[in-house]
């Protein structure tokens, strides 16, 4: 592939220092920032000629109300400067606002820290929209669950939707697919979203039958201007890597095709993995590559490359979470990585926790499901990629 614009990694030190007041035992870890990246330095990623590491800037209140309620921010803010005069604020909350513990709690300078984690992805659009980086990666980006006036599955400010709203300012024809991956649906952008067909957003995630948020059926299509602009893949537990590369194959490609995007927003949690403390997706580290190669294929193949992607949610801090987003970096920079980790990144992430590191970038097998119960898995997937070749696909001309 001929050479082109730098890959931005979006993130300093800036991150924990906003999030020092985040309750050390919330699952969603600030730290897991750092042991990514420093898992791309160990191995040398941040010396790639080709990649630019810049650290986020604040969203500003115009660009976080764009999908964002005035009166939910001044809430945010108001709670977040209370906590900080106390120390400590996760007894306090606003049920209206969504703002309670333990999923959402308040903690000091919340406002601060959730527009710092908005800004780091608008600013990575901009720099994709601009020309200045082909691809960008936000490992602290993704929170895609916050909704115009409520904060919703630990997420505060929606930066996906604050980026790609700020996209849209700028360039009021973009055309912007949203890929979510995380293994769960991702609700709030779907909602931002609702009725804009510039907005083609895509999510495969744990059905709603079984895993939060419990919405984001296959039925669920979007309305107004934007039916059939909002397609859903809800996916059995245990789906496991073969039958989910299957229902990415084909959904994704093909409409991301059809629809001809100018810039493509990625959300590539990582709990999807089979050993994630909050889902059952029975997935593998062997996977990601394949659909994070995919997506960077499709950009260049669409739209000169434009694609930022966010590194979303994943729960396996150490055992999972760098790996991953270690592997997504590699695909955009299209570097293949020796599979053993560095021994100086085990021994220094090793030391920050009792859990096991594996020792490789990839993973043996997850174990294997009774044969009847993986077919009636396949069945059930084949049942919704039959649904939405029928349902959606007519109306993208696919
Ligand atoms: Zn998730
Ligand atoms: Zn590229």
Do not use: K
């Not at 709690?105 to 994709?128: N, S």
Request: hydrophobic letters at 45%.
């Amino acid at each position: 592939m001929m050479a082109h614009a730098p890959t931005l990694l979006v993130h300093g030190p800036e991150y924990l220092e906003a999030l020092r007041g985040y309750p050390p035992d919330h699952p969603l870890r600030p730290i897991r920032g750092e042991l990514a990246v420093g898992l791309m330095r160990a191995y040398g990623l941040l010396d790639d000629p080709t990649l630019v590491v810049a650290p986020p800037r604040m969203a500003t209140d115009a660009e976080l109300e764009r999908v964002h309620a005035p009166g939910y921010i001044e809430r945010v803010r108001e709670l977040g400067l209370l906590a900080a005069a106390r120390g400590t604020g996760y007894e306090l909350q606003d049920r209206a606002y969504g703002l309670t513990s333990p999923d959402n709690p308040v903690f000091p300078a919340m406002h601060e820290a959730a527009a710092l984690i908005a800004g780091g992805t608008t600013l990575a659009a901009e720099w994709v929209m601009a020309g200045r980086a082909a691809h960008a990666f936000v490992p602290l980006g993704g929170l895609h669950h916050a909704m115009r006036a409520r904060a919703n599955g630990f997420c505060v400010y929606n930066d996906p939707a604050v980026a790609i709203a700020a996209v849209l300012d700028a360039h009021p024809d973009a055309r912007v697919v949203y890929v979510d991956l995380d293994a769960h649906y991702g609700d709030g952008v779907a909602a931002l979203f609702w009725t804009d067909p510039r907005v083609l957003a895509i999510s495969l995630h744990e059905s709603g039958r079984y895993l939060f948020p419990g919405t984001g059926d296959v039925a669920d299509m979007g309305a107004g201007a934007g039916y059939g602009y909002t397609v859903n893949a809800p996916l059995e537990p245990f789906t496991g890597d073969e039958t989910y590369l299957r229902a990415f194959t084909a959904v994704v490609p093909p409409l991301l095709r059809a629809y001809r995007p100018d810039l493509i927003v990625a959300q590539l949690g990582c709990d999807t993995h089979w050993t994630d403390p909050l889902t059952e997706m029975g997935m593998t580290t062997n996977v990601w590559p394949l659909l994070t190669e995919t997506l960077h294929t499709l950009a260049h193949e669409l739209c000169d490359g434009r694609l930022v992607a966010t590194g979303g949610g994943g729960y396996q801090t150490y055992s999972v979470v760098p790996r991953a987003q270690t592997l997504d970096v590699a695909a955009l920079l299209e570097r293949a990585l020796p599979d053993r980790l560095p021994s100086a990144w085990l021994a220094a992430a090793g030391a920050l926790t009792e859990a096991a590191l594996p020792p490789r970038l990839s993973d043996p097998p997850a174990p294997t499901l009774p044969a009847a119960r993986q077919e009636a898995i396949n069945r059930a997937t084949d049942a919704i990629i039959a649904r939405i070749r029928t349902d959606i696909f007519p109306l993208h001309n696919v």
